[in-house]
């Protein structure tokens, strides 16, 4: 073999090498993959979020920066932004779109596209709403992680009612425009009838209803709460706290989060586990798997979390026969 003959050899068998190791995604760009982040909150709010993602990632071989970029579209709290931000990132022509906040970002990314596969992390039952066709068959563009959230409002009242023994009146912040609600309510009704206790439900469907919502349970004299599992809670988390706090009525909420700014008490998911996995799913489809082939990732483990600071701020003594099964309490 002469050796221009061997340098051509040896040539194509480096760049077969360097092909059969690129993600399929970035073959058809040609470039460094680029993947969208649509967010219904802030950069700064959404850290936890975005950290857990990137995690994902680099466990997919993905490292930003380096062998891939992102291209985030926040909406700062205004959902109605959410359509136009999907639209701007199928222009960019964006591998795939990772969803953050909910079932209102899901739908904005679904709704703007059929063919870029969209990766999502929702609340509750993504079939209902009409993300996917079932949980171990997505089809379609769409897959990705269900935090199961609102199934867990019953098991949330009776941590509660552990807590504050003798309320006989709990009040429950839903959201009306949530396509779970129903659902929430009646097992809220169904478990509360069961402790001989009544659920007085009180709607609020933005940020001004949350202040008359809390002269409403002082007026009826509630004596602990429950904020419904939604994505308009989670994004007005700290307020929320702040009422709660300030009212000084014991309340139990969907996540860590709404506890890591002050609240009481959280049963649910992990936010962070969840979009850590919506990370490796967003590798994987890079590497060329169809989301139609990714299952719907539901948790398996749900986390108890106090915070005693926020008890003694409201005056509560909380039995140490639930701080002893708590996953994690704040002193």
């Not at 194509?12 to 909150?41: C, D, E, N, R, Y």
């Not at 079939?127 to 769409?142: E, F, H, Q």
């Not at 419904?228 to 700290?238: N, Q, T």
């Amino acid at each position: 073999m002469t050796i221009r003959a061997r340098g051509r050899r040896n040539f194509i068998m480096l760049v077969a090498g360097f092909l059969a190791a690129q993600p399929l995604a970035a073959l058809a760009q040609g470039k460094m993959p680029v993947i969208g982040l649509l967010g219904t909150s802030s950069a700064e709010e959404s850290a936890n979020v975005t950290d857990a993602l990137r995690a994902g990632l680099n466990e997919s071989g993905f490292v930003e920066g380096q062998n891939l970029a992102i291209e985030y579209r926040w909406a700062h709290g205004d959902d109605e932004r959410l359509p136009t931000l999907a639209s701007e990132l199928v222009k960019r022509r964006v591998a795939l779109i990772v969803t953050a906040g909910g079932e209102p970002a899901a739908l904005a990314a679904k709704a703007a596209t059929k063919t870029i596969p969209v990766v999502f992390v929702v609340n509750g039952n993504p079939i209902t709403i009409g993300l996917v066709d079932s949980l171990s068959k997505p089809g379609g563009n769409a897959t990705g992680m269900s935090l199961v959230a609102p199934m867990l409002d019953a098991k949330r009242l009776e941590i509660l009612s552990e807590m504050v023994p003798d309320t006989r009146l709990v009040a429950a912040l839903v959201n009306p425009n949530y396509a779970d609600t129903d659902y929430q309510v009646g097992n809220l009704e169904s478990a509360a009838g069961e402790r001989r206790q009544k659920i007085d439900v009180l709607n609020v469907q933005n940020e001004r209803g949350l202040e008359a919502a809390f002269v409403k349970i002082g007026e009826e004299k509630a004596g602990a709460l429950v904020v419904g599992a939604d994505p308009l809670f989670v994004r007005l988390h700290k307020q929320v706290v702040t009422l709660a706090t300030s009212n000084k009525i014991p309340t139990i909420y969907e996540s860590r989060e709404f506890v890591a700014a002050g609240g009481l008490a959280s049963y649910g998911a992990s936010i962070a586990a969840a979009y850590r996995g919506a990370g490796t799913y967003a590798g994987r489809i890079l590497k060329g798997v169809k989301p139609a082939d990714l299952p719907i990732q539901l948790p398996t483990t749900f986390e108890l979390i106090i915070n005693l600071k926020a008890a003694k701020a409201i005056g509560l003594q909380i039995p140490p026969t639930v701080t002893a099964r708590a996953d994690e309490v704040i002193e």
